[in-house]
């Protein structure tokens, strides 16, 4: 069965795997540095009210696997998530800010998709079937 959360007038479950990279691909997460990561990440999710379903650190990049509120957009999200954890880990690390003497741990863009359970054609189909009349294109007025 569908668990949905709530909010005082939401019901939702909204999903994003996001990814981001570190810049220039350095290899730099490993050891303390990772699990401070993790434990940053985590931090700014549990702030922010956003659950971690999944998640992993590579040397190079994050994967994480969230749910959302829907009040909360994920370009904010992202921008909470990097830009506290560059500020945290390079006030922790100096072999950091060595390295990337530009104040800038990760790289400027992110990967994110939403996930669920509806597929893109039960979409189409349920959309295609909202009323009794014939298309005329792929985006009709029902009546």
């Not at 959360?5 to 570190?22: A, C, E, F, M, Q």
């Not at 990337?100 to 992110?110: C, M, N, P």
Request: hydrophobic share 30%; proline share 2%.
């Amino acid at each position: 069965m569908q668990t949905y959360k709530s909010g005082s007038h939401t019901r939702y479950d909204i999903k994003y795997h996001i990814v981001w990279i570190t810049k220039y691909r350095r290899p730099v997460l490993e050891g303390s540095v990772a699990e401070r990561t993790r434990d940053l990440i985590r931090q700014i999710c549990i702030q922010n009210e956003v659950t971690i379903i999944k998640g992993h650190v590579s040397k190079d990049h994050i994967h994480i696997l969230v749910s959302s509120n829907p009040s909360l957009s994920i370009s904010r999200l992202v921008q909470k998530l990097k830009g506290a954890s560059s500020h945290k880990l390079f006030q922790e690390y100096a072999h950091l800010r060595k390295q990337y003497w530009g104040q800038h741990l990760w790289s400027r863009g992110y990967f994110v998709a939403t996930t669920g359970t509806v597929t893109d054609e039960i979409i189409k189909e349920y959309i295609a079937n909202q009323d009794n009349e014939l298309p005329d294109d792929d985006f009709r007025i029902g009546s």
